[in-house]
């Protein structure tokens, strides 16, 4: 909702929809549901319904009053393709975000097969990244169904990590994030999770960025892997074809 994020691989949020419910292991000890609660207690208008999802349709515009170009994170406290909310007002996110060009968009999803139904009734531009999280190995499908959209970036966010991700299939994925879960409850990383995470990537040319360790205090135990910050992006797409399908893809570290 904010302009500014504190999240590492993005430069700010914008949440025109609140709220979700939960659907795989990943969610359960969800940060969006404990910021919800706090800032219903505090009094915050779009948080009156709490954790229910809600359409802030006052927050469709916000994008296009933000002049300077940066990347935005799309639904940090929900889930755009959550079956509650319509296929209208999905399709007008949507249109706010090919009118605002000059950013960046990060939408992403753990309901693979929904984004996968509507993907033709949506109007992709190279200014919008789609995701999907992936926690565990029984979830791996989803970058079957993002795999098969019409997006012109596509990107995973392997977090948090709650098991090993072996011989992922990185066909036309363009960017992969990992990390820990965070929070009072938060389940562990095995380090080596992550480590054949990132050689997976490196074999097969995708940018890798290594968000946290997590934990109760994910400050304190750092971002570093093997001694070093993996902080690689997706750079801007080149000119698509006519179908919305990329047409190649540079590095940027």
């Keep these: 909702m904010a302009h500014g994020s504190g999240i590492e691989w993005t430069e700010s949020t914008w949440n025109p929809v609140t709220g979700c419910t939960k659907i795989s292991p990943g969610c359960k000890y969800c940060y969006a549901e404990r910021m919800a609660e ?10 009156r319904n709490g954790f229910q999802l809600t359409l802030q349709a006052h927050m469709l515009d916000r994008p296009l009053r ?17 079956s509650d909310v319509p296929l209208e007002y999905l399709q007008r996110v949507f249109e706010v975000m090919r009118r605002a060009h000059w950013h960046r968009f990060q939408v992403l999803t753990k309901r693979s097969d929904r984004l996968a139904e509507i993907d ?10 789609m995701g999907v999280s992936v926690e ?10 993002l795999r098969r959209t019409h997006a012109v970036i596509k990107f995973l966010s392997l977090e948090p990590l709650l098991g090993p991700l072996h011989n992922l299939d990185l066909r036309s994925i363009d960017w992969a994030i990992v990390g820990g879960e965070s929070g009072p409850k938060s389940r562990a990383m095995d380090p080596a999770w992550a480590t054949d995470l990132r050689d997976q990537c490196q074999r097969a040319k995708v940018p890798f960025f290594f968000k946290q360790w997590g934990g109760k ?11 070093r910050t993996w902080d690689q992006m997706p750079a801007a797409p080149a000119p698509t074809s006519g179908s919305g399908h990329r047409v190649s893809l540079a590095v940027v570290t």
Excluded: C
């Design 66 to 82: 933000w002049k300077k170009s940066q990347t935005i994170f799309v639904n940090s406290r929900s889930d755009l393709f959550h």
């Design 38 to 47: 706090r800032l219903q207690a505090m009094g915050q208008d779009n948080y």
């Design 136 to 145: 565990s190995d029984e979830y791996r499908s989803r970058i079957d169904d």
């Design 217 to 227: 205090n994910k400050k304190q135990a750092g971002r570093l892997l093997d001694g």
């Design 120 to 129: 033709a009734r949506l109007h992709w531009a190279p200014n919008i990244w």
